[in-house]
């Protein structure tokens, strides 16, 4: 692809309607295949990671264990990318791509048949059912992690440079729907059966399905031709090299945004376990509609899809506005904005029921609390265009892997941290804890944090 071809259509192509939605979005080719796997591979993720810590205490895990399976996923978060980005520079997206979406859905499917393997008696020790989770994710997040920087650089080589929050916008755009449509259908799924074992294995069958979908569709339709190739893979002193070389507008931005994630990481797992056990929210109502009354009775597991569902609707309300509202004032601004909704959610989640006290029913109050949260996502698309702006073309991947392979080493302790204060002091203190650590990350990135030069 070009240069003139990757701002958008050209003159001669920019009349007609389906133009004009291709540039406002930044939808070139390549970026809407990415979309629609990451569509497919999200859903199946997000269909079944949340609830995964919920699925873990069904198979006889603790809370501590389940702090334990949230650091064991940084651990993840922080080796997997930087690695997948030199893959994807070395052989191509396309390739890396397939190979990460076929480990991603073998993963799910060791999550469909942990429970059937049943307590195993290993040199005098008995590994618990649950084990099998922490062994599917080393696969499950392969897609999502390995193939950051293949995604990253995907979105960079076929956009403006101008443009790039609205291009990462319409990856998210889609990505998003999956994360308000899957969980919304494992609520549908889970409702199916009383037993929550049973009918999470109805949910991760889905996603296996889908993981088989997203490879094929990445594989068949991905157009490689335009793919930058890097040189072979130089070891550890090439990632020293790329550490020491990484654009300096990314470090501010890296100290702010490590806090924040580091706060998240604290809590993030236990979300569902605050819906279902800590407050035992469902929901039980009759809903009146075309003169017909309906009873509607969710146990806390399927409400608490139904949470992420609003969540997730606010996210892609708001997403692509802001993405365009960042070439008006900057990427800092609407990047300082999310930054802002991720500290401080976790002690408006804990305390907004006691908060609210009589004033509004307890499934009201969790409505408008993951509505708060999704307003989190509005800087998302400016966040990964700050990440990967300044990045050299032919090295996208491996600076958003270094990028992330720091951010995610630092984070590795959180959850076992939140885990230990959930578990052996109270989850009020756990969250606030998180909060405060959050607020210093934003509060560091808007005093220090550097605006890129082609939104300035």
Known sequence: MSDDDAGGASDGEGSGPLDAFRRFFA???DVLVLSVAMFAFSLGFQMTNRYLPEYMVALGASGFVVGLFGTFGNVISALYPYPGGAVSDRIGSRYALTLFGLL??????????????GPLAVAGFTVDPWIWIFVGLVLAQAWKSFGLGATFAVVKQATDPSRLAAGFASTETFRRTAFLVGPVLAAVLIGLRTDFTVSFQFVLAVAVGFG???????????D????????SFAGLDQIR???REMPAPLRPLLVGDTLVRFANGMVYVFFVLVVTQFFEVG????VALGGFAYDVDLSPQAFFGYLLGVEMLVALLIMVPASKLAERVGLKPVVAVGFAVYAVFPVVLIYAPALAGSALPLWAVMVAVFAFSGLRFAGLPSHKALIV???ERGIGGRVTGTYYLIRNTIV???AAVGGYLWDFVSPEVAFTVAAVIGVAGTGYFLAFGREFEAYS
Do not use: K, M, N
Not at 213 to 222: A, D, K, P, S, W
Not at 224 to 231: I, N, R, Y
């Open 224 to 231: 490689a031709s335009d793919d930058s190739l890097g040189g």
């Open 283 to 286: 929901l039980e109502t009759t």
């Open 27 to 29: 939808l070139e080719r």
């Open 241 to 243: 090299r790329d550490l």
């Open 412 to 414: 590795i302790p959180s």
């Open 389 to 391: 702006g300044p990045a």
């Open 104 to 117: 991603s859905t073998l993963g799910f499917l060791v999550w469909l048949v942990a429970p059937s393997v």
């Open 212 to 222: 088989i979908l997203g490879t094929l569709v990445q594989h068949v339709l991905y």
